[in-house]
């Protein structure tokens, strides 16, 4: 279990040991919902959690809600149809009181984006602290792609009072089990309803849910954009490993960001790459190239096209060119501004050198 959060405080929880158990019959549903859409899916898990001791803590995924009839959501964001799943949930009490509401699922495999937004951190933290929710933890699963027949998938844990959350191991901590929950007839007929009801026009094949089906990352969507963005994630993180995705605050917009430090500089080059729109009518990204403190070198729309990767390289390699001719040009203004010895021998070695300074510059630039 690791933890990430502001607080490096050792905590009681550290030493807990979680494991977590989720019924198959969750996942089938998951991976059928992820195959027919092309946007952010999810929904909210019932079951139960347990702490037979203060070193042990058991977590069991029955079965979730779907998202609703009227639910919001897009490439980059989901905003749940809430009384619908209040709703749900009161009847699914009628037949087993013991559930709970324990924490929720969403995907990412729309978008690319390999990890749990900003937005997504706050909104958890803010859900196992509200005094409505009754559990003291809360479990999230993170759908980041489809390959195939299998889910690729992240698991963390929130828990009330705790500064920071904690992303758990899949091979140690979570496990899959071959079980059904009595209430999963009701909430599959409910899901298939939601899907026929909403505006997006998606459609939950109830009975397709029970044959295997081989769906690609690619294909499962009707949507161009995400092959675009599983493209530009597999290049850039290949040639800048620690570029990151973000979403935008402002208009919810995905971007990527990186950093350059070349060893012949003193200075930081740094890189952002947005897409401009979800539409694909509208196929374009800007790259913007920077210097700390210094501005702008380069911005530039690109076309979502297969030049893209050679277009970004190419603005990458001129403004790197462009910083290297900045760095020699001060560096021979510098050495112009410095007083000459008197010594006639120490004065032409200055001289040559300054030669080779600005034969330096233009040979680089």
């Given at each position: 279990m690791f933890w990430f959060g502001k607080n490096d405080k050792h905590s009681d929880f550290s030493d807990v040991d979680v494991s977590v158990t989720i019924f198959d019959t969750v996942e089938k549903r998951i991976q059928h919902v992820i195959s027919n859409s092309q946007i952010e899916e999810g929904g909210k898990f019932i079951g139960k959690i347990e702490r037979p001791r203060k070193s042990k803590l058991l977590i069991t995924v029955e079965n979730y809600i779907d998202s609703g009839p009227r639910v919001d959501n897009s490439q980059v964001q989901l905003l749940p149809d809430v009384d619908y799943q209040e709703k749900i949930f009161r009847i699914l009490e009628i037949f087993d009181s013991s559930i709970d509401f324990i924490g929720t699922w969403h995907s990412h495999h729309c978008n690319g984006l390999p990890h749990l937004s900003d937005g997504d951190i706050q909104g958890y933290f803010e859900m196992v602290n509200n005094s409505?929710?009754?559990?003291?933890?809360?479990?999230?699963?993170?759908?980041?792609?489809?390959?195939?027949?299998?889910?690729?998938?992240?698991?963390?844990?929130?828990?009330?009072?705790?500064?920071?959350?904690?992303?758990?191991?899949?091979?140690?901590?979570?496990?899959?089990?071959?079980?059904?929950?009595?209430?999963?007839?009701?909430?599959?007929?409910?899901?298939?309803?939601?899907?026929?009801?909403?505006?997006?026009?998606?459609?939950?094949?109830?009975?397709?849910?029970?044959?295997?089906?081989?769906?690609?990352?690619?294909?499962?969507?009707?949507?161009?954009?995400?092959?675009?963005?599983?493209?530009?994630?597999?290049?850039?993180?290949?040639?800048?490993?620690?570029?990151?995705?973000?979403?935008?605050?402002?208009?919810?917009?995905?971007?990527?960001?990186?950093?350059?430090?070349?060893?012949?500089?003193?200075?930081?080059?740094?890189?952002?790459?947005?897409?401009?729109?979800?539409?694909?009518?509208?196929?374009?990204?800007?790259?913007?190239?920077?210097?700390?403190?210094?501005?702008?070198?380069?911005?530039?729309?690109?076309?979502?096209?297969?030049?893209?990767?050679?277009?970004?390289?190419?603005?990458?390699?001129e403004a790197t060119n462009r910083c290297k001719a900045s760095t020699c040009q001060s560096a021979k203004e510098q050495e112009t501004l410095t007083p000459e010895s008197t010594t006639p021998e120490k004065s032409e070695k200055k001289q040559e050198t300054s030669i080779s300074n600005v034969r330096d510059c233009k040979g680089e630039y």
């Open positions: 409505r929710y009754k559990v003291e933890y809360f479990f999230v699963l993170l759908v980041t792609g489809l390959k195939g027949y299998q889910l690729e998938k992240k698991y963390y844990l929130f828990r009330r009072g705790e500064e920071r959350y904690f992303e758990l191991s899949d091979d140690s901590e979570v496990k899959f089990i071959h079980e059904a929950s009595k209430l999963e007839p009701i909430l599959q007929v409910a899901e298939e309803m939601s899907f026929a009801n909403r505006n997006s026009g998606l459609r939950y094949n109830h009975s397709s849910t029970k044959t295997k089906t081989n769906v690609s990352f690619s294909s499962a969507t009707n949507d161009p954009l995400q092959k675009v963005r599983s493209e530009d994630y597999n290049w850039i993180l290949e040639h800048y490993p620690d570029a990151k995705l973000f979403r935008t605050k402002n208009d919810g917009s995905l971007e990527w960001k990186w950093s350059i430090k070349d060893p012949n500089l003193d200075v930081i080059i740094k890189v952002k790459y947005k897409y401009l729109s979800n539409n694909y009518s509208n196929k374009q990204a800007l790259l913007d190239i920077h210097k700390i403190s210094k501005g702008a070198i380069c911005t530039e729309k690109l076309q979502l096209d297969s030049t893209r990767f050679e277009k970004i390289t190419q603005h990458i390699d």
